[in-house]
C-alpha cells in the first residue's frame, strides 16, 4: 500500500505562487506516475498535470500550461507541484494521486489509472 500525503495549501493573492508537496510513503516502487488534480466548488475534479518516476513527458492541462510546473524528488519520494501566476479560478481542493505502473501519456490525466489518492489540500486565491 502507498501513502500520499499532500501540504503547502492555503490563501494567496493573485498573482502570487505557491508550492504543493505530495510525499508518499509505504510501499513505493521505482515504476510509478503521479498526477495533480483539483476539484472546485460544485465542479468535476479535473486533471492538472503529470510526471513519471523517471521524467519524460508532463502532460499539462492548458488551463495552467506556463503557470504550473510538475518536479521530483526520487529520493524523498516527493513530487511538487509549483503554482505560479495564481488566479481566483485556480481555487480549489488539490489532489495527489499515484499509480506503481509507468502510464503512457495519453493516459496520465485518467483517473481510473491512479491507485493511490491523497486527502487534498485546500488553495485559495483570493485578496
Known amino acids: 500500500q502507498v501513502q500520499l500525503v499532500e501540504s503547502g495549501g492555503g490563501l494567496v493573492q493573485p498573482g502570487g505562487s505557491l508550492r504543493l508537496s505530495c510525499a508518499a510513503s509505504?510501499?513505493?516502487?521505482?515504476?510509478?506516475?503521479t498526477g495533480w488534480f483539483r476539484q472546485a466548488p460544485g465542479k468535476e475534479r479535473e486533471f492538472v498535470t503529470a510526471t513519471r518516476y523517471n521524467g519524460g513527458s508532463t502532460p499539462t492541462a492548458s488551463s495552467v500550461r506556463g503557470r504550473f510546473i510538475i518536479s521530483r524528488d526520487n529520493a524523498k519520494s516527493t513530487v511538487y507541484l509549483q503554482m505560479n501566476s495564481l488566479k481566483s479560478e485556480d481555487s480549489a481542493i488539490y489532489y495527489c494521486a499515484s499509480t506503481t505502473r509507468t502510464l503512457i501519456t495519453s493516459s496520465m490525466s485518467r483517473e481510473d489509472q491512479y491507485d493511490f489518492w491523497g486527502q487534498g489540500t485546500q488553495v485559495t486565491v483570493g485578496s
Open positions: 509505504g510501499r513505493t516502487s521505482s515504476t510509478w506516475t
